[in-house]
């Protein structure tokens, strides 16, 4: 099915923070409630046609600051040649780039060096996600901040109110198409607007509690789920949705 335009009515839900009196979160429930599961693995055929197994890992992962990439490399000291397929070209090469200035996964054969082919007998993917099933931890624990995140996006934005109380605005959103910059023109397939990957059996409110949770707390979490879950009973109770998810089963 063609990918959905990104321009659509969405429907917002903003409430304070309970964990920080400065702070408000508005978060999409038009996103947060509908389908969307990644399929890589299971139909994903990558943002670029030239590396389909790679789903969206093509790029290299940019770290989002330095305790990102410190805690990254903590973990990759663990990775061995039975999880890493690249664990050779990682450990003598080294595994991190400099891009424009800032610190990246560097790129083997096409994909993030982190990645393993569907052939690789540790496991196809990424080499820290298996470590950290191996470890017993989420991924979120273990993979640098932009790999688990995706296509969650969190944003801050700066308000001041009329009495000059200043707050920030966390938003929970959908990291579409666009997010990704003017480099996500280039992209021959991207999920989070795509009908093929809008299939989960739960909403991604559910389905990505974890991420969620990293992003904004278990209290505010908290809230924000029993929000989503008004917001499906009202739709179920009077089969009116002024703002759907237009990718999601019709």
């Known amino acids: 099915m063609p990918e959905i335009l990104l ?27 509908s389908r969307w599961t990644c399929i890589f693995g299971r139909g994903c055929p990558g943002v670029y046609k030239s590396a389909p197994e790679a789903g969206c890992c093509t790029l290299g992962a940019h770290f989002t600051d330095k305790e990102d990439r410190k805690r990254t490399e903590g973990w990759v000291a663990k990775l061995d040649e039975t999880l890493w397929q690249n664990y050779k070209t990682g450990t003598k090469k080294g595994w991190m780039v400099k891009e424009d200035g800032e610190w990246k996964t560097r790129v083997v054969r096409k994909a993030c060096i982190f990645h393993n082919d569907p052939d690789f007998a540790g496991g196809f993917g990424c080499a820290l996600h298996h470590l950290a099933d191996r470890e017993g931890l989420s991924f979120v624990d273990v993979k640098p901040d932009v790999c688990w995140q995706v296509p969650m996006r969190r944003t801050f934005e700066n308000i001041e109110s009329p009495d000059e109380t200043e707050k920030t605005v966390v ?37 990505n509690k974890n991420e969620m949770v990293a992003l904004i707390g278990a209290q505010a979490y908290e809230i924000a789920a029993e929000a989503c879950r008004k917001h499906e009973q009202m739709v179920q109770q009077t089969g009116m949705n002024l703002a759907p998810h237009p990718a999601d089963p019709q």
């Not at 839900?13 to 408000?24: H, I, N, S």
């Not at 996500?184 to 559910?206: K, L, M, Q, R």
């Open 171 to 207: 938003v929970i959103s959908e990291f579409d198409r666009g997010s990704w910059g003017p480099g996500g023109h280039d992209f021959d397939w991207y999920c989070s607007s795509n009908t093929e990957a809008h299939i989960g059996s739960e909403p991604v409110y559910i389905s």
């Open 7 to 33: 321009e659509f009515p969405r429907q917002w839900f903003e409430f304070a923070d309970p964990a920080d009196e400065t702070q408000l979160i508005r978060i999409d429930l038009t996103w947060l409630t």
